[in-house]
């Protein structure tokens, strides 16, 4: 059973990595960024909330964000695995999981975190564009669509997140520098820690599929 946790500085390609892996292994990707883009898009009580901290760079405050994650990791889908995308964040988010992880028999046993020197997210972020309908991202530089603007997969507009600019990136990687990294520690005492220094999408991503398959 693959029960893993995806994890890096904003920018280091955990969404791609994501994408390949959820659709190798047959697991639901749950990323809590865009569960809270989806609530922003539905403008529900919960998108009016989070907006108002992830739009300037801010986390969302941990009792909000682990009562949604509680609630999908529930469900019936997530009994064969799944991979947590950009949660937890902070220690009291990695103890509320190991809490609720072990009363519903699901608990980690992965976490995979991907490395990334600075000078290269805020190239990486500031140039991302991700597609408005099916959430595919592309670079300016690095990951061109055919058409300009316009997404391979599905036809939809690309379009730059409100907060992949460079004064939201600042206050997102002091974010993770105070309340995530402790959470390498975290697991790196559980065992359970495997880091990869960061490399582009095609290196990395055979190396963590034998990392995975190996279970
Ligand atoms: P991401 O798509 O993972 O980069 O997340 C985008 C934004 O959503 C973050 O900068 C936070 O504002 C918010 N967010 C996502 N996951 C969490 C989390 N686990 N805890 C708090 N805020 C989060």
Redesign the pocket.
Same mark, same amino acid.
């Given at each position: 059973m693959l029960n893993i946790i995806l994890m890096g500085p /904003?920018g280091a390609g955990k969404?791609t990595q994501a994408k390949i892996l959820i659709a190798k292994f047959n697991i639901p990707h749950i990323? #809590?960024?865009?569960m809270?883009r989806e609530a922003i898009k539905e403008g529900t009580p919960l998108g009016k909330l989070?907006a108002s901290?992830?739009n300037d760079?801010?986390?969302?405050p941990?009792d909000v #964000?682990i009562g949604l994650v509680k609630e999908r990791l529930s469900k019936d889908d997530c009994a064969n695995g799944y991979l947590l995308?950009?949660? /937890? &964040? #902070?220690i009291p988010?990695a103890e509320a999981l190991e809490v609720l992880t072990k009363e519903i028999g699901r608990e980690v046993n992965y976490v995979i975190n991907i490395d990334t020197p600075k000078e290269e997210l805020v190239s990486r972020i500031c140039g991302r564009r991700v597609c408005k309908k099916c959430g595919a991202p592309y670079h300016i530089v690095n990951v061109k669509p055919k058409v300009d603007g316009v997404c391979d997969i599905c036809g939809g507009e690309l379009v730059q997140r409100p907060?992949d600019n460079e004064e939201a990136l600042n206050i &997102?990687l002091e974010a993770y520098t105070k309340q995530t990294k402790p959470l390498l520690d975290f697991y790196a005492k559980k065992g359970l820690l495997k880091t990869f220094s960061g490399k582009s999408r095609e290196e990395l991503t055979p190396q963590l599929l034998e990392l995975l398959e190996g279970k």
């Open positions: /904003p969404g990323s #809590t960024g865009d809270f989070a901290y992830i760079g801010h986390l969302v941990d #964000t995308d950009g949660f /937890p &964040r #902070t988010q907060d &997102r």
